[in-house]
């Protein structure tokens, strides 16, 4: 599919992120109005919920642009979601009829706040790239163990916490917590020292369920993908995941990008995930392609100065695609909700520079990276900010997510030091 042109001019060059062929869905302010629904298209965002008010939009179901988060249209279904999709083009397409109603709409990018783009239902994390699971293996557990023996059959996944998502932009606060050295018997209760980002994708689900899914249902259920930031600290992790996995070290916070890029302006990317060492199980097993071709990056910038690139790979590197951890998800019968969302694990290629965090750039901390500033990092440190890139590649366009932006600000003063807010009982 080649370009899709718009009456937007800053719409159609082969690097815009967000060309027609895109449409990404978001929610932004200006000032101190309240937040809208917008959709992304050049250097603006169409005022979504105005075109709806003026009937520029419209839908069988009643109006669903009159809230500030895409739930709605999610549960609207998938019928809507493509009606949706055709009514944006043929409002911003090179040879609609409606420039002149459409145009005031549009709200310069520059110019606004954006926000959470939907209402995050529950949040679960999965463990599904190959490469990054080797790697923590090896460092975890010896290069023999690496790979747990569940592994190879199944999307390896926990329960996190929806209320730690946040948008692009957010700042995140270092978090306290309890580290346990080698050297030492007792834990303390400390700053993370290995704070650390994990590049991923979610995956949004639409519509809901209420029993097992197969993949295919699975695959219909996905309304769409944002870049994902899985933050976590490396050395409450390490202490404190066995024997049921990741709590605290996961639940500072995980930033998301505020463009949700629906699986439709995704469907042209589409490839099968990579040959199986063993087969899956039938429930599991693939029934098309269900990964997507999006090249993926993270910049590191220290405070105040230029960033790096610290990694480059793919979504394609994956083992398991959304489709297959959303089925895997289901089959004891657990209900899953429009606004759940799906973190992929973290997606590293199989080279040095394809890795998907710094516990695997610095191997564990013994081969620090060196910046382009000439500094170094094994983990990150306070007022670093990191940004998360994905594009997917067409002809003549690019399909982009926009930005996945955290900044790491310095752990606060440890809460139980101060007598004042010692917590008090029977009282
Ligand atoms: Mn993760």
Redesign the pocket.
Known sequence: MPLLESWLAAANTADCPFPLNNLPLGVFSVGDDDPRCGVAIGDCILDARAAEEMGLLSFETGPLLDVPFWNEVMEAGPAVWADLRDQLTGLLAKESTQRAAVEPLLVPMKAVTMHLPFLVAEYT?FYAGRHHATNVGTMFRGAENALPPNWLHMPIGYNGRASSVVVSGTGIRRPWGQLKSASHDAPAFLPSRRFDL?L?LGAIVGTGSDGPVTVDEADAMIFGYVLLN?W?ARDIQAWEYQPLGPFQAKATATSISPWIVTKLALEPFRVATPPRDKPLLPHLTDTGPMLYDIDLSVSLAPAGKPATTITRTNYREMYYSAAQQLAHHTTSGCPMNAGDLL?S??ISGPDKDSRGSLLELSWGGKEPLTLQTGETRTFLEDGDTLNLHGHARGDGYVIGFGDCVGTILPALENPYARPQSRPTFGE
Request: net charge negative; aromatic share 0%.
């Open positions: 994390d994990e991923e899985d976590s973190g694990g973290t």
